[in-house]
């Protein structure tokens, strides 16, 4: 494996840049999740284009029991290649390797807050990946597991201190609804935080924020790789269906708290009743879903995505003030609130829900 792996080094380009969502096989990794000196329980595989070809192509590196060498990851950081890749129905044997990793790395003093961070992110990803995809990981002991993940991501905003910085550092620039949702879990535990919230809630308001998406799941490929400009009107009303999707399919999952629920049906509610999928005014959504509402929407305007640059925060906030202002989309004192938490300052009265 090893003259392999050099080979195709020699006479391929590895391509640095992530493979998003849209290969249907395949799902990126981070090359620091990779234990060096130890086996993968997987297949691995590197994003190369060969010299005389056009198109890149996906190069297993590892296979299952192979040991991942010094060498070779020192080679790939000198090429500042960031991610691996692996195979979609690999995905219960990469959560078991990123699992067991984990464990020892969060006791371990030598790493970093922010790396583990990092790594509980990763592990957290694959997650969402699996509940997500597989029917059959909707379970009350996957709701139980991934409340232990809101666990650690909870220790490890508080452990680096989250300011909006810290939180660009750690996440993903390969956009997905993945990593959109994780994103959204660690500003949630965040703010949550920051408003002073007791562990018991703050870890079911994580869980929500966590799922809050997987209605679409149920949506095609195709529709969700579509850029916003090209999506026609029953594009458009099949994309507003995915709160509704996503209620039906956790309403029966044992373990989801009814606020996390309440989540997933109504974080596109606006409060002038411009939103979907029921059209409420604010008084009638939950707080929970108008924060929701805030925290989804910036995390979509700052994050990195196909076709759609990121803007700076402060950007992001001041396009949401004005939606507040013109429109009143948002909750007001909420939104304030969030300000507030990613500007640094200390928190005011906003402590309810």
């Known amino acids: 494996m090893s003259d392999f792996f050099q080979k195709q080094m020699r006479s391929s380009a590895v391509i640095a840049s992530v493979m998003s969502e849209e290969a249907e096989k395949y799902a990126p990794l981070p090359l620091g999740s990779i234990r060096v000196g130890e086996p993968v329980s997987f297949d691995l595989y590197l994003k190369m284009k060969a010299k005389e070809s056009a198109a890149p192509q996906m190069v297993r590196c590892c296979a299952p029991g192979d040991i991942f060498q010094q060498e070779w990851y020192g080679k790939l950081k000198t090429l500042n290649i960031q991610w691996l890749y692996f195979i979609l129905t690999d995905v219960d044997q990469v959560f078991a390797y990123l ?200 995390e979509e305007l700052t994050a990195e995505r196909p076709g759609h640059p990121p803007i700076s925060p402060k950007e992001a906030l001041w396009t949401m003030r004005q939606h507040w202002e013109g429109n009143q989309l948002y909750d007001h004192h909420y939104l304030l609130a969030f300000i507030s938490f990613l500007a640094g300052r200390a928190p005011g009265a906003a402590k309810g829900a």
């Open 99 to 298: 699992q067991g990793h984990l464990e020892g790395l969060l006791e371990d003093e030598n790493h970093s807050a922010v790396e583990k961070a990092e790594r509980v992110c990763d592990l957290t990803e694959v997650w969402v990946m699996r509940f997500f995809t597989a029917e059959k990981s909707r379970t009350g002991d996957q709701i139980t597991l991934a409340l232990s993940l809101v666990d650690d991501l909870m220790k490890s905003v508080k452990q680096v201190n989250f300011n909006s910085l810290m939180l660009l550092e750690i996440r993903k620039q390969n956009f997905s609804i993945y990593t959109h949702s994780v994103s959204c879990c660690l500003l949630g535990l965040a703010f949550a935080n920051y408003l002073g919230w007791k562990p018991d809630k703050a870890r079911k308001f994580g869980l929500g924020a966590m799922i809050h998406d997987i209605g679409y799941a149920r949506l095609p490929r195709e529709l969700l790789e579509k850029k916003k400009e090209m999506l026609n009107e029953d594009d458009i009303n099949k994309i507003k269906r995915h709160p509704i999707e996503g209620f039906r399919m956790l309403q029966n999952t044992a373990h989801i708290p009814w606020e996390a629920l309440q989540m997933v049906l109504r974080h596109h509610e606006n409060g002038d009743g411009s939103g979907y999928p029921e059209g409420l005014k604010l008084s009638a959504i939950h707080p929970w879903a108008r924060i929701m509402r805030i925290i989804d929407n910036y």
